[in-house]
């Protein structure tokens, strides 16, 4: 594993433990200044987690791997726009 998994995978997990000291404090009802503080930092934690995966994207450190994203697919018109010539097939060029 690289060291930016780690980092995600860290940052997903504190996330995760925040959002659980906020369902504590919101379940104890004592404290809502904790509740506060809970949600600010976990939409903190989040906003930033977010932005760093889309500067890893934009910087070319985190590629898609699927075959999905490795072959374009084209869409075929229907057979009534090529029969009326509206619409030429690329193979037919």
């Known amino acids: 594993m690289t060291t930016s998994n780690w980092v ?8 995760i433990v ?9 379940l104890k ?3 809502p200044q904790r509740l506060v503080r809970s ?6 934690l989040s906003v930033f987690l977010f932005v ?13 791997k ?3 994203f490795e072959s374009v697919s084209v869409a075929v018109p229907s057979p009534w726009l090529t ?3 509206l619409v030429n097939h690329p193979w037919e060029a």
């Not at 925040?18 to 919101?26: I, M, Q, R, S």
């Not at 889309?54 to 590629?63: P, R, S, Y």
Request: cysteine-free; proline content about 4%.
């Open 39 to 44: 949600l600010t930092v976990r939409i903190g």
């Open 52 to 64: 760093l995966l889309v500067l890893g994207w934009k910087l070319g450190l985190w590629t898609p």
């Open 18 to 26: 925040v959002l659980f000291y906020g369902l504590v404090a919101l």
């Open 83 to 85: 029969s009326a010539g």
């Open 8 to 15: 995600i995978g860290g940052l997903l997990l504190s996330v």
């Open 29 to 31: 009802g004592r404290q």
């Open 66 to 68: 699927t075959p999905a």
